[in-house]
């Protein structure tokens, strides 16, 4: 099992353009989390996913989209990238809300 | 002011010597996460509890509901222990909640 894979590792953007961060577990996990984390904060949540088909706000949302059309894949897009969006990126998934959560790699972000 | 609040924020040690990390919060909980953040980047869950005590290897966590307070201890360090060390705790305290993290302790394990 591959467990949880992100694409891109690495991206660097200039202000104004879009791009769309991937998310695929292989768990069969319901719940699925889309995370920022930047220097001396910790990691927040963005949006999440309860179930194909649903998504929901976390604590920071603002000029993220996310999509779970399947299960296994759940998709964080930026519109139009600003510099305040440069950061690492985490995708998680869990059985429950509040279970353990399986870490991917992260996607490293610049947005110039 | 993060809700999660771990000290110290940094921890240099030698190997071999015995740690521990604090974190405490401010809200009845159900369940306490403990996560490690390697130094690439990757991190992944060390422990969940809701009473007592866990144990895995060289890792133990334990906890006080009453008084809202967890510690992760490492005996015997060795210098692969060097991490970010994060503790975490469902946002409204139940265990239908999301998580909000703390900040982390940076352990460094010096040879």
């Known amino acids: 099992n591959a467990g949880v894979t992100q694409t891109p590792k690495f991206r660097v953007l200039k202000t104004g353009q879009s791009m769309t961060l991937l998310c695929a577990q292989d768990m069969n996990h319901e719940y699925m989390y889309w995370y920022r984390q930047d220097p001396g904060m910790g990691l927040r949540l963005i949006h999440y996913s309860v179930g194909e088909g649903t998504t929901a706000k976390g604590e920071v949302p603002d000029g993220y989209n996310v999509s779970r059309l399947k299960k296994q894949n759940f998709l964080l897009g930026l519109e139009s990238a600003a510099p305040s969006q440069t950061s690492v990126y985490f995708c998680?998934?869990?059985?429950?809300?509040?279970?353990?959560?399986?870490f991917g790699p992260g996607t490293r972000l610049t947005v110039l | 002011k993060n809700e999660v609040e771990q000290s110290p924020q940094n921890l240099t040690a030698q190997e071999g010597e015995f740690i521990t990390i604090n974190c405490s919060y401010s809200v009845g909980i159900s369940a306490l996460h403990w996560l490690q953040q390697h130094p690439g980047g990757g991190i992944v869950s060390l422990f969940m509890l809701s009473s007592g005590k866990k144990k895995h290897g060289r890792l133990i966590a334990t906890i006080n509901i009453q008084e809202k307070h967890s510690s992760l201890h490492i005996t015997a360090s060795h210098p692969r222990d060097s991490a970010v060390y994060i503790c975490?705790?469902?946002?409204?305290?139940?265990?239908?909640?999301?998580?909000?993290f703390g900040t982390g302790t940076r352990l460094q394990v010096f040879p």
């Open positions: 998680a998934s869990s059985y429950m809300t509040s279970g353990t959560q399986y």
């Open positions: 975490a705790r469902p946002w409204g305290g139940s265990n239908t909640d999301k998580l909000i």
